[in-house]
């Protein structure tokens, strides 16, 4: 779909989108008190706390939506864009239809009933997905990726209720229950969003939607590796680990095994990214794409950083550590912050994912080491066992295609 779009919108349209997603998903994460999270984790979650989750949810994304048409003006007046204004008031509509979603679905991951599971995903985005590209053909504008969206959230309404039997009812009876994981869970996730968010927000600042455009779609293509293979792992590795938590070892085993796939996909994945984006982006999303191609590379490296450290952020998660995570999050995006307004004030694209990457590697590196004092025995020797072949057979590879480039262009 990525290839598609990319072909048939051209950077501004998708810059436009970015620009109004930014302030969606900040409203989004302020109010998000990570229900479906703290149900994963209780043990017992019946009736009335799914219900309650649901209610708490449905009251998010309608806050989120009315804060959403009331700033759509300042958010306009921030980018020098009138054309966010009616972008977020169809935004907030759409907002507010996934709050309607079956929670029930949740128990898809927390029974471990991942076929359906997969179902559910796969058939809701297939139909978003078909109707954005049909919308991008006949509109040829930015409100083919919004109506898309819409869509989206349409289908998966219908299909969690279709899905799952349980039928939730507005209530508060469990609300001190879920409030008690949900309170590291929400400044946990206000920190990761923004961590994420800050670099487009930042350069949808400086720079105008074409710029902000192309800089989406390097980091779109550059994360592809993580957002479509390994962050899905997140939807096993999670209800895994929280019903090992009672079992050191049995933990250990699952977290071990965990960061060695994250590490096999990774750091290949990752490289390839890099090594073939000069010729793979101008192939595959066209020649108007050429200035994503640096801005892939360097968020391509920051992919492998953010990828070996799912495994301890869940593991930290189910063994009740959240603060300790939270305040590494925080941390984490103050260094981003302080780097891009310091080190990288006034720079370009480049200059903002170099602070990304910067901050990514310096934040794994002190995440395994809390990891590895939280879980006796994930650090050291089992550790670099899982690790030494992937970074061996990747740095093989680099070699090789590097090799093969070069005399590639020699022959030419």
């Not at 706390?49 to 989120?64: E, K």
């Not at 990726?145 to 289908?155: D, E, F, H, K, W």
């Not at 994503?292 to 930290?316: D, F, H, K, N, R």
């Not at 995570?325 to 990288?344: D, E, G, P, R, S």
Request: charged share 15%; with cysteine.
């Amino acid at each position: 779909s990525m290839a598609i779009l990319a072909r048939l919108l051209v950077p501004e349209d998708f810059g436009l989108v970015a620009m109004a997603l930014v302030a969606v998903g900040f409203f989004d994460v302020l109010l998000n008190l990570g229900v479906s999270a703290a149900l994963i984790q209780h043990e017992r979650a019946g009736r009335e706390d799914f219900s309650t989750a649901w209610t708490l949810r449905l009251a998010q994304c309608v806050a989120t939506a009315l804060l959403l048409i009331a700033l759509a003006p300042f958010i306009a007046d921030y980018y020098d864009d009138a054309r966010v204004v009616n972008v977020l008031r169809v935004a907030a509509i759409t907002v507010v239809i996934g709050g309607f979603e079956n929670i029930g679905t949740v128990s898809f991951q927390r029974n471990m009933e991942f076929g359906r599971d997969f179902q559910f995903v796969v058939l809701k985005r297939l139909v978003g997905v078909i109707c954005t590209i049909v919308l991008a053909i006949a509109l040829r504008t930015y409100w083919a990726l919004i109506l898309g969206s819409l869509v989206t959230r349409l289908a998966g309404v219908g299909l969690s209720y279709r899905m799952s039997d349980f039928r939730p009812y507005l209530t508060l009876s469990r609300v001190s229950e879920i409030w008690s994981f949900s309170q590291w869970s929400l400044l946990t996730g206000i920190a990761r969003y923004l961590n994420g968010a800050i670099p487009r927000l930042v350069l949808g600042g400086r720079a105008n939607a074409a710029t902000l455009g192309t800089y989406s779609m390097g980091e779109d293509v550059a994360m592809l590796p993580s957002s479509e293979l390994l962050a899905p792992l997140g939807r096993v590795m999670f209800p895994a680990f929280a019903a090992a938590r009672k079992s050191p070892g049995e933990l250990l085993r699952l977290v071990t095994l965990a960061h060695a796939v994250q590490t096999l996909l990774a750091i290949p994945l990752s490289l390839g990214v890099v090594l073939v984006a000069d010729d793979a982006i101008p192939l595959l999303l066209g020649p108007q794409w050429t200035d994503a191609v640096p801005i892939a590379q360097i968020v391509a490296l920051t992919g492998i950083s953010s990828a070996l450290g799912y495994s301890p952020a869940y593991m930290l998660t189910v063994t009740g550590r959240m603060h300790v995570l939270c305040a590494y999050t925080w941390v984490k995006t103050l260094l981003l912050m302080l780097l891009i307004v310091l080190v990288f004030r006034g720079a370009s694209a480049e200059g903002i994912a170099m602070a990304g990457l910067a901050t990514s590697v310096a934040g794994l590196v002190v995440l395994q080491r809390i990891a590895w004092k939280a879980l006796p025995g994930f650090g050291g020797k089992r550790f670099w066992s899982q690790t030494w072949r992937p970074v061996l057979s990747a740095a093989l590879m680099c070699v090789v295609v590097v090799a093969v480039s070069v005399a590639l262009v020699d022959a030419a």
